[in-house]
């Protein structure tokens, strides 16, 4: 598939339902914004610790691929002083619009493409992007739109998948192993099984190459709540065996393997 074709297939994979619908269903649209928020933030405490929206105070703030919105309405309550949003899909523009209005905030969101951000060089203090970069076709294409639209000292903090991770473990599993083919790649799996089409996961050398523009970084793997089977992980898979693992998943020994987690958590400085 060549690379505006995958890039329409991105779009159409996230213009069908955004990131977290599946906490809002048979609800009205404002009850569906609390309820996504809601289970965001339980089952995935670390976005606000990584995220540390309160950072966002006084400053120039871009978001990368909103979703439904939840983080861009906890940047908009940091009042920074100028907020933007990007995201592919008119779903997630619509979703985030209508939440920020709900509660009183207005941001610039827009669709737009992380691969050839509309802003001019050097507008942003801190760009925020949470499971969206390897999303897109050209993933180094997007780091270094990002590293051009922020300022000299200024941040990006972005999650992007990592490999191998137990989510990428299990997928292989049950599509490689169970399917017969244990040679199939781990990079298949991601790109064939886990979201959008062509979604992939970074080792921590490869994700270092892609902040080679910035001049500083750090970069960690973390647990996921994917990793833990909580939630409603694994919708797209459902099978008895995925049942019965939810039961008995090892969580404590989980929680102890971040090297071998879903998250790669990754801080980088202009
Ligand atoms: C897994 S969702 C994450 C959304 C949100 N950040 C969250 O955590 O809920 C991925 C999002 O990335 C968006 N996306 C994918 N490729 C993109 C691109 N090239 N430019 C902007 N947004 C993109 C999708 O439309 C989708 O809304």
């Known amino acids: 598939m060549g690379v505006p074709d995958l890039k329409a297939e991105v779009l159409k994979f996230w213009d069908v339902a955004s990131c977290g619908e599946v906490y809002a269903e048979g609800l009205s649209a404002e009850q569906r914004l609390r309820s996504q928020a809601e289970a965001r933030y339980r089952l995935e405490p670390y976005i606000r610790s990584f995220a540390r929206f309160q950072d966002g105070t006084g400053r120039d703030v871009l978001e990368i691929g909103v979703g439904m919105g939840a983080d861009h309405l906890e940047w908009a309550r940091s009042r920074p002083r ?90 292989w599993a049950r599509y490689g192993l169970a399917a017969g083919h244990p040679a199939r790649s781990l990079s298949d799996v991601y790109a064939c099984h886990l979201e959008s089409p062509g979604t992939k996961g970074y080792t921590l050398a490869e994700a270092r190459r892609l902040v080679e523009p910035f001049s500083a970084c750090g970069i960690r793997s973390a647990v996921s709540f994917g990793d833990l089977l909580l939630g409603e992980v694994g919708q797209r898979h459902t099978s008895r065996a995925l049942a019965i693992a939810k039961r008995f998943w090892p969580r404590p020994l989980i929680r102890r393997l971040p090297s071998l987690g879903l998250l790669l958590l990754i801080e980088a400085w202009k």
């Open 82 to 171: 100028r907020l933007a949003g990007v995201d592919l899909t008119p779903r997630a523009v619509s979703w985030t619009t209508r939440r920020l209005a709900t509660s009183g905030f207005a941001s610039e969101v827009r669709a737009g493409d992380a691969e050839n951000l509309p802003f001019a060089d050097g507008s942003f203090d801190i760009v925020y992007s949470w499971g969206v970069l390897h999303h897109s076709p050209d993933t180094p294409q997007a780091f270094r739109e990002a590293h051009r639209v922020l300022r000299p000292g200024g941040t990006l903090r972005a999650m992007i998948y990592h490999r191998p991770s137990i989510v990428g473990l299990m997928l």
